[in-house]
């Protein structure tokens, strides 16, 4: 019987042949944790002193950056610190080329192929993107595997999902990724794997692939993988990485849970409406909601080539909401610049603010108010998710979030593009 990729990473790590519902002990190849890193470096000081390898912890500010209250510049105080007794060289703070942690992982390609990503938020689960089993795991736990240098796991069981096909004009990762959450419901993945593969997914980037593995944990998902090709070998030869890569996928004969087919050709533009990331809705079907802010950023939709739909849309246009735009990382950011997309984005009408996560987690950058509504291209829609309780949040693509921030109104791209 042949094994599912989460079967056989799991197998190589354990040492031993493992099969879903098996109990392993497993070292990770990295571990990442942002601000909830002050916390765990606290009950980690409860433990011991020493961390088991400063060189496979990652850390990056990125919830609220610069400091927005006192206690997150406490917050970030308490990390400085600790990554100085540590000697933790993966830390990105605010004079390092850094960005959200997602990015980070995949960017910096600290996440390849036959990894174990181990990260202390939810949306540990991008890393997939690069071939990479990641999940997310809570405070204490990363506490212990600073400490010991391994974790438990439940080997998951896996739904495969096969890809075909292209995306029509407007359509997007995004847009499919919200389609797979309606069909699934926000319970109906519940400690699996999620197996992308198929024509589809090879003929999106990398960046594509982010977008779609970030929002598994959106259907209680433990983790969600693309299969690596030359795209993600291609980063390696860009970051010069060669050692403990392995191009580990799933065998011919790998038994799954549940096993999908879907048609890219057959996805629309998509929303999540308010408040649930599993209510999903054609654009189409509430196409003129006002909104009073549209968000375009997030470590699901704050890349490159997200920035570049955006400002191909507003270019020569002005916004008529207020429209809040926060890349990925410094060096997306960096990019953009050098491109001329800000110029573009700030002649638009459009506020730049520094890399992270802004007003996704509702600390910073852009809440909403009472009775506000915001298009965003964000993960999550939940009730006071991005301020007020009172607020709503529906959740699109870069391209729908920016047609509609130049009606003012939900809108479809399709008629745009």
Not at 213 to 227: F, G, L, P, Q, T
Request: charged share 20%.
């Amino acid at each position: 019987m042949g094994q599912t990729f989460a079967e056989n990473l799991l197998s190589q790590k354990a040492g031993r042949d493992v099969k879903a519902g098996d109990i392993v002990v497993v070292s990770p190849d990295y571990c990442i944790s942002h601000e909830n890193a002050s916390s765990v470096s606290q009950t980690f000081y409860k433990m011991t002193d020493k961390v088991w390898d400063a060189e496979r912890i990652v850390l990056t500010l990125d919830h609220t950056v610069p400091a927005s209250t006192e206690a997150y510049a406490n917050s970030h105080s308490i990390i400085r610190q600790f990554a100085k007794e540590q000697n933790i060289v993966h830390f990105y703070d605010l004079n390092k080329h850094g960005g959200i942690c997602h990015q980070i992982m995949c960017q910096e390609a600290y996440s390849a192929p036959g990894r174990l990503i181990l990260g202390t938020d939810s949306h540990t689960c991008t890393a997939g993107a690069m071939g990479a089993f990641a999940t997310g795991i809570g405070r204490s736990e990363m506490a212990s595997v600073w400490a010991l240098g391994q974790i438990w796991l439940k080997v998951p069981e896996t739904i495969k999902i096969n890809v075909h096909g292209r995306f029509a004009a407007g359509v997007y990762a995004k847009d499919l990724i919200l389609t797979v959450c309606g069909m699934f419901g926000a319970g109906g993945a519940s400690y699996k794997c999620l197996e992308f593969d198929g024509e589809g997914i090879h003929n999106m980037s990398i960046a594509e692939r982010m977008t779609i593995c970030n929002m598994a944990i959106e259907m209680d998902a433990k983790s969600a993988v693309c299969k690596p090709d030359d795209k993600v070998r291609d980063k390696l030869v860009k970051k010069n990485i060669t050692e403990n890569v392995n191009w580990i996928w799933a065998d011919k004969e790998a038994v799954y849970c549940e096993e999908l087919d879907i048609n890219l050709a057959e996805i629309k533009p998509s929303v999540a409406k308010p408040s649930r990331v599993d209510n999903h809705a054609n654009v189409e079907e509430v196409e003129g909601t006002h909104i009073d802010q549209a968000f375009i950023g997030a470590c699901t939709n704050g890349r490159l080539e997200d920035l570049h739909v955006v400002t191909d849309i507003l270019r020569g246009r002005q916004v008529k909401v207020r429209t809040i735009i926060i890349p990925a990382s410094c060096e997306v950011l960096s990019d953009a610049l050098k491109e001329g997309i800000i110029s573009e984005l700030v002649d638009a009408g459009c506020t730049i603010m520094p890399p992270g996560c802004g007003p996704c987690v509702g600390v910073s950058g852009g809440v909403i108010g009472d009775g506000e509504s915001c298009i965003a291209t964000s993960n999550r829609n939940f009730k006071g998710r991005m301020g007020s309780r009172n607020g709503n949040i529906y959740l699109a693509s870069p391209a729908t979030a920016a047609v509609s921030a130049l009606n003012g109104y939900i809108s479809d791209p399709r008629k745009i593009l």
